[in-house]
T-cell receptor
């Protein structure tokens, strides 16, 4: 079956612009995660959605970052007023549910802020 | 809090050599432990996992044993191949904390023919 997909695969933007990154999880997966992979910080958790529950936003680095998940499926990560330190690969992962916790990762979106 | 420490790379080995990548962890709660692999130009893939003490995860000739007493989950392979060249990440998740993964810094493995 189809895996986790993310779009765009690459995004180049200018400092101060807003960007939206999209994630399509595996069909039927109720848990969705966003992570960031950067040279300086390694792999770090950003935000977690489980079903219709309120998301766990504890990993978001600033209030410029937000995410939503519509209809329990597709998720969008939005970064407002991008800064150069936001440059990273943004990874999305999904898992079947909270108990079956094997996470399947998408290919990532490489964000470059000039 | 939760944290994972793994040996820094790069690790350079000749083909058919024995591989060990050390990983230790600290966790609030009872963690599940994972090894993920990232091949050049590809996304993260789960390599193996263990969910309770003394469990051994294995896949593609790689093994790791969940050692609660030493809080470790070292990755081993008896005979590496050039195709094993990749970055390996040790990670943990705690079920009562949303299952988000906490990753180590990654270890780059280079296998030479």
């Amino acid at each position: 079956g189809a895996g986790v997909s993310q779009s765009p695969s690459n995004k180049v933007t200018e400092k101060g612009k807003d960007v939206e990154l999209r994630c399509d999880p595996i069909s039927g997966h109720t848990a969705l995660y966003w992570y960031r992979q950067s040279l300086g910080q390694g792999l770090e958790f950003l935000i977690y959605f489980q079903g219709n529950s309120a998301p766990d936003k504890s990993g978001l680095p600033s209030d410029r970052f937000s995410a939503e998940r519509t209809g329990g499926s597709v998720s969008t990560l939005t970064i407002q007023r991008t800064q150069q330190e936001d440059s990273a690969v943004y990874l999305c992962a999904s898992s079947l549910d909270r108990v079956n916790n094997e996470q399947f990762f998408g290919p990532g979106t490489r964000l470059t802020v000039l | 809090g939760n944290s994972v420490t793994q040996m820094e790379g790069p690790v350079t080995l000749s083909e058919e050599a024995f591989l060990t990548i050390n990983c230790t962890y600290t966790a609030t709660g009872y963690p599940s432990l994972f090894w993920y692999v990232q091949y050049p130009g590809e996304g993260l893939q789960l390599l193996l996992k263990a969910t309770k003490a003394d469990d051994k995860g294995s896949n593609k000739g790689f093994e790791a044993t969940y050692r609660k007493e030493t809080t470790s989950f070292h990755l081993e392979k008896g005979s590496v191949q050039v195709s094993d060249s990749a970055v390996y990440f040790c990670a943990l998740s705690v079920n009562n904390a949303g299952n988000m993964l906490t990753f180590g810094g990654g270890t780059r493995l280079m296998v030479k023919p």
